[in-house]
T-cell receptor
Framework: AQTVTQSQPEMSVQEAETVTLSCTYD???????LFWYKQPPSRQMILVIR??????QNATENRFSVNFQKAAKSFSLKISDSQLGDTAMYFC????????????FGKGTSLLVTP | GAVVSQHPSRVICKSGTSVKIECRSL??????MFWYRQFPKKSLMLMATSNEGSKATYEQGVEKDKFLINHASLTLSTLTVTSAHPEDSSFYICSAGGMGTSGRSHEQYFGPGTRLTVT
């Protein structure tokens, strides 16, 4: 079974600063996908960024980027120029390539962006 | 992206009654849908996976007779909580797996969730 670990239950960052959320995972699979989801107070799950394991290049989506270290099984999320609207729960998730889309979630990191 | 709707967004029911939650993929066909349960300030817990036209696969510890899942079409899955009790009160989220409009494989699109309160 795959496990996803987020070791930071809560984090805080000032507006315009940069913050990194950590995520590690454990798997014996070679074909898989990694995701970061954001869940704001509305509780709607929003896909922030995804990474295919077979791609060496780190994924980037505007202010969001990942540091994917496949050998270390690490998948951290960097948020640059933090905005108040980034305040949310962030979940790291793992999907096996042949799983039929099932996601394994980490426990989440609550991020607070302060003025 | 792709849009997944859930209805109702909030429901209050009396103990012992049943309640049905609908999950619809609005602009794509979802071969697989998922139902999650989320407790306050906790992560999403997968309850079951449903494939169109076949029986749902339940995760260990989830009572299949209590949480009835029907995936009758490629755009609709329903979760019925039967004989609800206060401990069933929770936030239920559905998601649909598919390519959506992005054309990318291996993505899940989430509904906005349903808050169930059993009194």
């Amino acid at each position: 079974a795959q496990t996803v670990t987020q070791s930071q239950p809560e984090m805080s960052v000032q507006e315009a600063e940069t913050v990194t959320l950590s995520c590690t995972y454990d798997t014996s699979e070679s074909n898989y996908y990694l995701f970061w989801y954001k869940q704001p107070p509305s509780r709607q799950m929003i896909l922030v960024i995804r990474q295919e394991a077979y791609k060496q290049q780190n994924a980037t989506e505007n202010r969001f980027s990942v540091n994917f270290q496949k050998a270390a099984k690490s998948f951290s999320l960097k948020i640059s120029d933090s905005q108040l609207g980034d305040t949310a729960m962030y979940f790291c998730a793992f999907m096996k390539g042949d799983s039929g889309y099932a996601l394994n979630f980490g426990k989440g990191t609550s991020l607070l962006v302060t003025p | 992206g792709a849009v997944v709707s859930q209805h109702p967004s909030r429901v209050i029911c009396k103990s012992g009654t049943s309640v049905k939650i609908e999950c619809r993929s609005l602009d794509f066909q979802a071969t697989t849908m998922f139902w999650y349960r989320q407790f306050p300030k906790k992560s999403l817990m997968l309850m079951a996976t449903s494939n169109e036209g076949s029986k749902a696969t339940y995760e260990q510890g989830v009572e299949k007779d209590k949480f009835l899942i029907n995936h009758a079409s490629l755009t609709l899955s329903t979760l019925t909580v039967t004989s609800a009790h206060p401990e069933d009160s929770s936030f239920y989220i559905c998601s649909a797996g598919g390519m959506g409009t992005s054309g990318r494989s291996h993505e899940q699109y989430f509904g906005p969730g349903t808050r169930l309160t059993v009194t």
